[in-house]
């Protein structure tokens, strides 16, 4: 069964502009952590938050969880191309660290028009 | 290192046979884990292993057998194939460092069962 639950499904935006997609996740979380997916691809590990961080930053990336609505939102600032990708959110199986796989969400799509 | 790869990269199957997709991963990594992907969908876990001659199962596991006899090799077998079978496979891998899961995902074998 799904665990994190992504939105908006897809998401169109000038290059340039702030993509932020949200994640939605059911029971009691170690980590929740985010990837990235190209066209044709294998996913791509960006950025992992533990349960008791609220705010954490990558690079152009910045990324929130709020365990009292279990929910995480994905920001990506002032976008290029090359970000156009399907944006996954992911949580360890039964509230573990994930040692046992990953429950993942269905994802959004992201596209950067030029 | 060459990280996590997989092969076929492509495979066409008829109902009812069998086949083994090949997953190796050079990072010593002790967890990995097979996924499948279906259009519109996030990764659902088939199985994983925590460590050489221990596997488990996941979400959807029937219809498919793992081994573990080495760290490097994670192989997936599917013993009678049917055209719900039709998906993108990923083998992924990790490890405890420290004690939170992140991913590293092979580039995917794309099967068709007719």
């Known amino acids: 069964s799904q665990q994190g639950e992504e939105d908006p499904q897809a998401l169109s935006i000038q290059e340039g502009e702030n993509a932020t997609m949200n994640c939605s996740y059911k029971t009691s979380i170690n980590n929740l952590q985010w990837y990235r997916q190209n066209s044709g691809r294998g996913l791509v590990h960006l950025i992992l938050?533990?349960?008791?961080?609220r705010e954490k930053h990558s690079g152009r990336l910045r990324v929130t969880l709020d365990t009292s609505k279990k929910s995480s939102s994905l920001l990506i600032t002032a976008s290029r191309a090359a970000d156009t990708a399907s944006y996954f959110c992911a949580t360890g199986r039964d509230g573990g660290g994930g040692a046992d796989g990953l429950t993942f969400g269905k994802g959004t799509h992201l596209i950067i028009q030029p | 290192n060459a990280g996590v790869t997989q092969t076929p990269k492509f495979q066409v199957l008829k109902t009812g046979q069998s086949m083994t997709l090949q997953c190796a991963q050079d990072m010593n990594h002790e967890y990995m884990s097979w996924y499948r992907q279906d259009p519109g969908m996030g990764l659902r876990l088939i199985h994983y292993s925590v460590g050489a001659g221990i596997t488990d199962q996941g979400e959807v596991p029937n219809g498919y057998n793992v081994s573990r006899s080495t760290t490097e090799d994670f192989p997936l077998r599917l013993l009678s194939a049917a055209p719900s079978q039709t998906s993108v496979y990923f083998c992924a891998s990790s490890n405890r460092d420290p004690g939170y899961y992140e991913q590293y995902f092979g580039p995917g074998t794309r099967l068709t069962v007719t």
């Open positions: 938050i533990r349960s008791n961080e």
